[in-house]
Antibody, heavy 122, light 112 residues
Framework: EVQLVESGGGLVQPGGSLKLSCAASGLSFSGSDIHWVRQASGKGLEWVAR??????????AYAASVTGRFIIFRDDSKDTAYLQMNSLETEDTAVYYC?????????????WGQGALVTVSS | DIVMTQAPLSLPVTPGEPASISCRSSQSLLHSNGNEYLDWYLQKPGQSPQLLIY???NRAPGVPDRFSGSGSGTDFTLQISRVEAEDVGVYYCMQALQIPLTFGGGTKVEIK
């Protein structure tokens, strides 16, 4: 069974930092592109960041709203991806989902985690 | 960025009746390889999104055949031939042609 499990969410003050983890099992993690997608309460889905597999030199990309503040990275030896979130703003409050993206011949998300809640508030 | 627009925002449906959701993109989603990079996802209450349709019209594994996708270029449609109670939730279209990936605002399907 494929599982993506996010952790590391919580309450943080504006300007603070938080690191989310996404632990994968049941799939070829090292060959997978991993994305983060967030959803504010009662709102729609917003793409946040992507990291490609080793074969694509771990290329990263970010939404304009998080560029310069968030960093996506991965440790294939641990089958885990991360989202380091710095200079957090109240607008970053959301459930953050990690998901596996099938690139090239696919271009869709086939597996999603259960989500991690991040609350930015003083 | 490609802007995705869905309609309607809310869709009350009667079980057994058909339903249709529209999705429009601000630019064509047709790739040079001939694929239309438009996906449909369903987020059931309290759950993570799940893939329904990819490339505009291909059902994901395990998706019932009452779900179908159609369209090309900038206009796409998700149809449910006979709505069942388990189909309630929010439906999102997403363009996968280019980064940043962008989603439609969602269509909430609920039972009348």
């Amino acid at each position: 069974e494929v599982q993506l499990v996010e952790s590391g969410g919580g309450l943080v003050q504006p300007g603070g930092s938080l690191k989310l983890s996404c632990a994968a099992s049941g799939l070829s993690f090292s060959g997978s592109d991993i994305h983060w997608v967030r959803q504010a309460s009662g709102k729609g889905l917003e793409w946040v960041a992507r990291i490609r597999a080793k074969g694509y030199n771990y290329a990263t990309a970010y939404a304009a709203s998080v560029t310069g503040r968030f960093i996506i990275f991965r440790d294939d030896s641990k089958d885990t991806a991360y989202l380091q979130m710095n200079s957090l703003e109240t607008e970053d409050t959301a459930v953050y989902y990690c998901s596996r993206y099938v690139p090239n011949s696919g271009r869709f998300f086939d597996y999603w985690g259960q989500g991690a809640l991040v609350t930015v508030s003083s | 960025d490609i802007v995705m627009t869905q309609a309607p925002l809310s869709l009350p449906v009667t079980p057994g009746e058909p339903a249709s959701i529209s999705c429009r993109s601000s630019q064509s989603l047709l790739h040079s390889n001939g694929n239309e990079y438009l996906d449909w996802y369903l987020q059931k209450p309290g759950q993570s999104p799940q893939l329904l349709i990819y490339w505009g019209s291909n059902r994901a594994p395990g998706v019932p055949d009452r779900f179908s996708g159609s369209g090309s270029g900038t206009d796409f449609t998700l149809q449910i031939s006979r709505v069942e109670a388990e189909d309630v939730g929010v439906y999102y279209c997403m363009q996968a042609l280019q980064i940043p990936l962008t989603f439609g605002g969602g269509t909430k399907v609920e039972i009348k």
